[in-house]
């Protein structure tokens, strides 16, 4: 068998090491661009996050997996909002605890003259944080999470203090009308969830690879 010659005159050994040569010179360089995307994101997240933390539920779409015990989304002219049942429940998972959050609440009664209004029981945690007697205009109450830096995440709860079923036809048993749930740091700057941050880490690194 005859020998392979290179057009060029180079043995095509000296081709396939310089080859091999070169792309073990791009991984490094692979690695640091995926590890400085990585860093770009998670630090482009905790700018924003810090800028807009606020974490807020207009009631006019349907509502994330985390947020329970809420009947769909209903709307009533240009106003929309979605019943609770007897018990609701907002859990914000890995939530930044190292400062006081408050969560307002925007809600009403919604009874007709024959029925006697809800009050409205809040808690935080499972700690009983406050209580307000629902009319039929809608009301912002304020709901106060105390700091706790070493338990992240915060579950809020609204409970009912009397349903009603609306008729023969329509079995809920209704709680009182949320129109907006909005929770926000009281004070100084908070770190998004862990979670956000190793996803925006992971998707800015794939990008920068």
């Not at 010659?5 to 095509?12: A, I, M, T």
């Not at 040569?21 to 490094?28: A, D, G, K």
């Not at 890995?94 to 409205?120: A, H, I, K, Y």
Request: charged share 15%.
């Amino acid at each position: 068998m005859g020998r392979i010659v290179s057009p060029w005159g180079v043995h095509p050994d000296l081709w396939q090491n310089l080859g091999a040569f070169l792309m073990l010179r791009s991984i490094p360089r692979a690695i640091t661009a995926a590890a400085l995307g990585a860093l770009s994101g998670a630090a482009c997240l905790v700018v924003a996050y810090a800028w807009s933390p606020a974490i807020t539920f207009e009631m006019d779409r349907v509502l994330p997996a985390f947020a329970t015990g809420f009947h769909p989304v209903e709307r009533n002219g240009q106003e929309t909002f979605a019943w609770t049942s007897e018990r609701a429940e907002v859990a914000l998972p890995g939530l930044d605890r190292s400062v006081p959050w408050t969560c307002t609440v925007r809600f009403r009664g919604g009874r007709g003259p024959e029925l006697p209004q809800p009050d409205l029981v809040a808690a935080v945690d499972g700690v009983r944080a406050g209580v307000w007697h629902g009319t039929n205009e809608f009301q912002d109450v304020d709901v106060s999470a105390p700091a706790a830096p070493l338990k992240p995440g915060l579950v809020l709860t609204l409970t009912s203090s009397a349903t009603f079923v609306p008729g023969v036809h329509d079995s809920r048993r209704l709680g009182v009308q949320v129109d907006r749930l909005s929770c926000r740091p009281a004070t100084g700057i908070v770190l998004p969830p862990r979670r956000a941050l190793g996803s925006a880490a992971v998707a800015s690194g794939l990008l920068g690879a």
